[in-house]
């Protein structure tokens, strides 16, 4: 009986261990992935075009708009006129929440942005490249309050009749 209770013991102890491992492992990767896109929101809001380079060759821009659609060298060339001014544009995160793979080749995050349009909304995909990553897929959303969404979408309806 005592060596069933001395191994549960080892076994529970080896179980927190590798548990607080892998929480410190998550956390180091999630800040990682926070300094990441930090600095790539830094980078457009200095106009630096090292912003693009953040993203994969074949990652995918989706704006507010609903033609804003865009793969990494299609939305380069459209925002390269924001790119030429002192800022391109300023969001900072206010929060984020990253999750990942099994296998931690793989990121995604959700965030809250304060941004000239106000409280933004994004979402996106990371993929690990080396000892870095690459952004694989961003979708930047416009928040709006519930109770205004029947205005929001008349005004949407009106404005595009003209």
Known sequence: MKHIKLTLVLVSLFSLTS???KNKKDSLLKNEINLFMDKWHLFA??????????MAPNGVYIGT???????RDEF??????FFKRKSAWDFKAIKRNIY??????YAWFDEQLDTWMGVCQSSGVLKRKGKTWQIEHYQ????????VTKDFIKLVKDYEKK
């Not at 990942?100 to 080749?105: A, C, Q, R």
Request: a negative charge; aromatic letters at 12%.
């Open 19 to 21: 548990l607080a491992q």
């Open 100 to 105: 990942f793979s099994d296998d931690k080749k």
């Open 65 to 71: 708009d609903k033609t804003e659609i865009w793969k």
């Open 140 to 147: 930047l959303s416009v928040t709006l309050p519930n109770e």
């Open 76 to 81: 380069k060339k459209w925002a390269m006129p």
């Open 45 to 54: 809001t200095n106009a630096d075009t090292l912003f693009f380079e953040m």
